[in-house]
Structures are given as C-alpha cells and as structure tokens.
C-alpha cells in the first residue's frame, strides 16, 4: 500500500469506470451489454490501518489517499478524510444527488428515476472541454454497515462500460461532531483496450478527482447553523 496523489487515487463519485468504445449515447430502453464486469463492493465495514505519517495528514485536514495493487482487478483506489460535520449531515450530502448539478460544475444532470427500498437509481450527465457521458447507477445503501455501494444499473445502457464503488462514514473516533470517511473503487482495464482509452480512462479519473473534492468542500463549509437545521428525514440548507 503507497500514498498516491488526489489525482489518481481519489476515483469517487463517478466510482472506477471503463469507457465504451461505441460512442452510443445513454439508452434507458435499451440494457447494457453485460451484467458486470466489475466486481461489486460488499457491505463489509472497512478497517483502517494508518500509520502516524497519515494520520498527520487527516489531522490537518489532508486527503490520506491509497492504491492497492491487485494483479486481476489492476488495483483498488481508497481515499479518507476528516469532515467537520456530523456522519448524518456528510450522508445527506452524499445523496442529495438531484443536488448535485448546484454544487459540481460538470455534473449538467443528476436525476432519481426509481427509489426501491434502500436502493435509489439514478442518471447522470457530465459534460465538459472534449467529455460527455451519461449513465445510469444503481446506489444501495446500508445503514447497519454506515456504507452505500453502487454499480451501473445493467438493465439500461451508460456510457461507460461500468463503474462500482463504496462510501462508508462514521463518527471520528477522536473528534466530537467530525467524521472519518472512506471512499473506493476498483480500477481496472481489460487488456484488449488501446492505449487511447487507456488515456481517456485516466483523463475521466481526473475529473472524478475534482468532483468529489467540490464535495469535500461542500461538506466542510457547512456551518453549524446548518447541523442544527437538519432533521431525520430533511436536506441541510444549501
């Protein structure tokens, strides 16, 4: 396990992706090509094992960021940092998803098509200078577990090949109304892939970086007027 930059190892929000060579756009009546080929995320509470140089890091408000390597999946992503806020307030952040568009500049989409239980589907649409997807994602929450897990929802077809990843949060062990969370995904690439989409997979990582460090941001501008306005089932002012 080494520490990695932000930049490639905090794949987040879109979670790890593999592009489509097709060029199709996002099809809801239409299924994907296959029902994974990602390994999906279980609802296993992560331990943590840090050392004291990553621990600094977290105590001043650093991303600790991680890659293992993995010689059949290419590797897993795992980024963690402290918030200044609540787990109940960081969670409702990470899914207020049709919120989404007003807080992250590429996301031009994000909408709820099907709330099953614990498992909310949504779709999305990112755009920016020379990218363009939609796809559609199945995110399942845990709340035994304090985890939510997605993968693309195989019965409609994305733009990316497929995509899976996890949070998980919970209270800061040390820090009274902070949080610790941990956030992953699996890279990987099939081996008959050209060394374009090898680029491009990595340009989306990119992206994926400065997403979910909006929502870091985010979370950590809330003020404690906003904790307190939140209820059990409501949103925190934006």
Known sequence: ???????????????????????????????????????????????????????????????VSMTIEDE?????????????????VVWSRIKGFEHYPEWVGPVKKCEVYRQAGDTTSTFTKISG???????FLHNVSWPNQDMLTWTLDYDRYSDFDDCTGAW??????????WSRAWFSSIKALPSSRFCFSICLLLFIRAVESFFILLLILRLRSTSASSISALSSTGFPPA
């Open 72 to 88: 059949e999946s290419g590797g897993t992503g795992i980024g963690i940092i402290d918030i200044a806020a609540p787990p109940a």
């Open 129 to 135: 200078f020379l990218y363009k997807y939609e796809y």
């Open 168 to 177: 998980f949060v919970m209270e800061h062990p040390e820090k009274e109304g």
């Open 1 to 63: 396990m080494r520490t990695g930059t932000i930049t490639l190892a905090m794949f987040l929000l879109l979670g790890s992706v593999i592009s489509t060579d097709s060029g199709r756009a996002a099809e809801a009546d239409q299924p994907h090509p296959h029902q994974g080929i990602l390994k999906p995320y279980e609802p296993i509470k992560p331990t943590f094992d840090l050392d004291a140089e990553q621990l600094e890091r977290l105590a001043k408000g650093k991303l």
